[in-house]
């Protein structure tokens, strides 16, 4: 990672699994278990992106076996599903993707809005070009303390306080940020602290930036800026 926004396209998955809509029940299962995964998205002719079928979909047609102990209207989505038998029926759909450009705040957001584990990483027009899973979005965690630190200090500190940075210290240990020193803008503090917490890795941030020392004789209108430090 060389300081920009880490994106989905950092960290997806290329060879991926995928079906026609035409696939049959049993194959979709075994496709499933040989490449051990719990989603697989469905294509069109074109390549498109058209629905995802997940374990989810499947397992009604476990569930749902014996029909005459779930009558009436409760359960008809789920049995619909039990008595479905390729892809094409299976699947949700639409299918919720993301472009390889998003971040991964971004994708995490999707996937628990959707409740899935999983999304199909697509191009504008739609077309798979890979998967990213909750595992991929948490590899960003195994970024080295020294790179997080280089970042926040270079992307943070420097271009926040300028000739103040030489002045400030940045230690990381274990994915926590901590900022210390003083600076004579502690207005810019709080903010610090919101861009060190954006940098991919930081799990977070312990800010004791504090003001310059107060002399009243000589700097009657600085505040006493001991306690600006936040967390």
């Given at each position: 990672?060389?300081?920009?926004?880490?994106?989905?396209?950092?960290?997806?998955?290329?060879?991926?699994?995928?079906?026609?809509?035409?696939?049959?029940?049993?194959?979709?299962?075994?496709?499933?278990?040989?490449?051990?995964?719990?989603?697989?998205?469905?294509?069109?002719?074109?390549?498109?992106?058209?629905?995802?079928?997940?374990?989810?979909?499947?397992?009604?047609?476990?569930?749902?076996?014996?029909?005459?102990?779930?009558?009436?209207?409760?359960?008809?989505?789920?049995?619909?599903?039990?008595?479905?038998?390729?892809?094409?029926?299976?699947?949700?759909?639409?299918?919720?993707?993301?472009?390889?450009?998003?971040?991964?705040?971004?994708?995490?957001?999707?996937m628990a809005r959707a409740r899935v584990k999983q999304l199909p990483v697509v191009d504008p027009e739609g077309t798979l070009l890979g998967i990213v899973s909750r595992s991929d979005l948490l590899k960003v965690f195994l970024r080295g303390d020294a790179e997080i630190a280089d970042e926040v200090g270079g992307d943070?500190?420097?271009?926040?306080?300028?000739?103040?940075?030489?002045?400030?210290?940045?230690?990381?240990?274990?994915?926590?940020?901590?900022?210390?020193?003083?600076?004579?803008?502690?207005?810019?503090?709080?903010?610090?602290?919101?861009?060190?917490?954006?940098?991919?890795?930081?799990?977070?941030?312990?800010?004791?930036?504090?003001?310059?020392?107060?002399?009243?004789?000589?700097?009657?209108?600085?505040?006493?800026?001991?306690?600006?430090?936040?967390?």
């Amino acid at each position: 990672m060389d300081g920009t926004p880490t994106t989905v396209d950092d960290v997806m998955t290329r060879r991926v699994l995928a079906l026609r809509g035409g696939a049959g029940f049993k194959d979709i299962v075994q496709a499933m278990r040989e490449w051990r995964v719990g989603a697989v998205p469905v294509l069109d002719d074109a390549g498109h992106v058209v629905g995802v079928v997940s374990e989810a979909d499947l397992l009604p047609k476990e569930e749902y076996r014996d029909l005459d102990r779930y009558g009436g209207t409760r359960h008809l989505a789920e049995q619909v599903k039990a008595q479905a038998a390729s892809a094409r029926a299976l699947m949700s759909a639409p299918a919720v993707t993301v472009t390889p450009d998003a971040t991964l705040g971004h994708a995490a957001r999707v996937m628990a809005r959707a409740r899935v584990k999983q999304l199909p990483v697509v191009d504008p027009e739609g077309t798979l070009l890979g998967i990213v899973s909750r595992s991929d979005l948490l590899k960003v965690f195994l970024r080295g303390d020294a790179e997080i630190a280089d970042e926040v200090g270079g992307d943070v500190v420097t271009r926040l306080f300028g000739a103040e940075a030489a002045g400030i210290r940045v230690e990381v240990h274990d994915g926590v940020v901590t900022l210390s020193g003083r600076v004579r803008e502690t207005a810019l503090v709080p903010l610090a602290a919101r861009l060190a917490r954006a940098v991919p890795g930081v799990v977070d941030v312990r800010c004791a930036l504090a003001g310059p020392p107060r002399h009243p004789d000589l700097d009657p209108d600085l505040p006493d800026a001991e306690s600006a430090g936040t967390r």
